[in-house]
């Protein structure tokens, strides 16, 4: 909404003034929003009394912008409106709108509080009825409630300066932490493989206690710094087109030795064809790995765990997770704060080592990142399920926007940019995510968000990477954007410092290839079926490879 500003009005001077302004301060400016047919005394009548205390400046709310808002100084808004309808409403609305940092006041001739406390709810800090408020009850209400934002607008930038102390210090508590620890464990690990000789049956068992306990501390370490990012808003995650089954065998293979060393029984239910998902790997695996350390460490022996995914009934573009334990379960007044950061429950009081209590509430945060949700369902000494959803890999949907917008200016030329990125010969190695990281930020500077479409990551064959670029464009500009994508990351430092194959294909889908009068949808099913088709052939040679 836009504003007409009106000259300001200074207050008229009395005196017999009934509120006497407070020694030593400065006026207080007052920005007066009118809507409607104002009934009743005026602001201007109200504050009278108070001379040189207050100064009132008149806008009106109209179709358009509040940049002209922004420049005029405001301690305080109040809405003169007669508030006799839902819809008067609006103005309140609208004044929270281009004030967001500005404590608003309403004034009115209605009686009726469950409109005053919707306009309260919809932004009003307070509402007053004309006929009931006398000028020293709304001078003292304006009072504290310009004093009241002050200390809200100081304690929110405490609570800022804080959490930027706390991930200093932090970042700075790991880096200091995790040297030592690095060096513990590669010194460790050398010891238990032999290198500088043989080891006994008592000195191999006390290196490997050693070694379990640094790699306990390593995950405590981590597990702040995840909370802290959550907090700071710098828990990030890098999508990719990952297999879903590959991923769960990949993590209970882990959990196996883990499991059978306790005496229990792992177990998976997957179908025999599972889509592919948009996920982060590393932090998916990091999901799936809490939740099965958390049943393994509270099932007792000779107890199962279950690892079950399916199509999500009620969001049919989400995989569910699910993991299922015997366990004890979890007190119903405890459920609703699993989640919570540094809740433990009674069962982890009883363990013999406790954790942070971030293991969960990290992994709702990484959940709730990918655009899932995560949820418990648990009866007490029967067991405990944690249900959690991940969106299905989807061509369609992303390239969706791109197909509609070239449809409707009357383009049909798409291609398909290939991009393979393969680690040096006789290294089987995978690439460190931080490498994946810049090669997908390179590879977005050389797209143009209108014309081009950045797929998911994908894993290619023998630990290679492979990136998807979908974008509008014929012969002509499929070879230009081939050739930039090339040479940007070739001038990478990591590509070269690292000797990575690199290997840029592209495919064009002519018009033959696509059906004369198709429309934007039958347009948009067709392509997408195409390059679904070459993602799920990627995915089944990798599968062989």
């Not at 006026?27 to 100064?55: A, D, W």
């Not at 200093?168 to 000789?197: C, K, T």
């Amino acid at each position: 909404m836009a504003l007409q500003l009106v000259a300001a009005r200074p207050t008229a001077k009395s005196r017999n003034a009934k509120t006497p302004p407070i020694p030593g301060s400065a006026p207080m400016h007052v920005l007066l929003f009118e809507e409607g047919r104002v009934k009743g005394p005026s602001l201007e009548q109200f504050l009278r009394p108070c001379q040189g205390e207050f100064q009132i400046s008149h806008a009106r709310l109209q179709a358009g912008t509040h940049q002209e808002l922004s420049e005029m100084p405001s301690d305080v808004a109040v809405v003169d409106m007669p508030l006799d309808r839902i819809s008067s409403l609006d103005a309140v609305r609208r004044t929270r709108a281009a004030l967001p940092g500005i404590p608003l006041l309403v004034l009115t001739e209605t009686t009726d509080e469950a409109l005053g406390l919707q306009a309260m709810r919809e932004g009003a800090h307070d509402c007053f009825v004309k006929s009931k408020i006398t000028t020293s009850a709304l001078v003292r209400a304006m009072r504290r409630t310009i004093e009241r934002q002050k200390l809200q607008h100081v304690l929110e930038e405490t609570r800022q300066q804080q959490a930027r102390l706390t991930d200093e210090f932090l970042s700075h508590v790991s880096h200091e932490l995790r040297s030592p620890l690095a060096a513990m464990h590669q010194f460790v690990s050398l010891l238990l493989d032999n290198i500088p000789g043989e080891l006994n049956a008592e000195q191999r068992e006390f290196l490997e206690i050693v070694a379990r306990n640094t790699s306990e501390l390593r995950g405590l370490i981590d597990d702040l710094l995840d909370a802290t990012r959550a907090e700071t808003g710098k828990l990030t995650v890098e999508r990719a087109c990952i297999s879903a089954s590959q991923l769960i065998h990949a993590v209970m293979q882990r959990y196996s030795v883990i499991a059978q060393e306790r005496g229990l029984r792992l177990s998976n239910q997957l179908p025999f064809r599972l889509p592919a998902i948009s996920a982060d790997p590393q932090r998916t695996r990091q999901i799936l790995s809490n939740l099965l350390d958390n049943a393994c460490k509270f099932t007792p022996a000779g107890g199962e765990i279950a690892v079950t995914v399916a199509a999500d009934e009620n969001s049919p573009a989400f995989l569910r997770f699910s993991v299922a334990d015997s366990g004890p379960g979890i007190p119903a007044e405890s459920l609703p704060h699993v989640f919570d950061r540094l809740y433990q429950g009674a069962a982890v009081a009883q363990q013999s080592r406790r954790g942070l209590g971030l293991g969960l509430h990290i992994t709702r945060e990484l959940v709730t990142r990918h655009g899932g949700t995560i949820w418990v369902e648990s009866q007490f000494g029967k067991g405990t399920t944690f249900h959690f959803t991940l969106p299905i890999f989807s061509v369609e949907s992303l390239i969706a926007p791109l197909i509609r917008s070239a449809a409707a200016a009357g383009k049909k030329a798409f291609a398909l940019i290939t991009v393979l990125l393969t680690p040096p010969n006789g290294t089987r190695q995978p690439f460190s995510e931080r490498f994946l990281a810049a090669a997908g930020q390179t590879l977005t500077r050389c797209t143009l968000p209108d014309v081009d479409v950045l797929l998911p990551r994908m894993d290619g064959p023998n630990q290679s990477a492979k990136f998807l670029i979908f974008a509008s464009a014929n012969d002509k500009g499929a070879r230009v954007l081939s050739q930039r994508v090339q040479e940007q990351l070739q001038s990478m430092p990591e590509v070269q410092a690292e000797q990575t194959s690199l290997s840029v294909s592209t495919t064009v889908l002519r018009s033959s290839d696509i059906a004369e009068g198709s429309g934007p949808e039958e347009l948009l099913r067709s392509i997408a079926t195409k390059v679904q088709r070459r993602i799920e052939d990627q995915e089944g040679r990798t599968q062989n490879a």
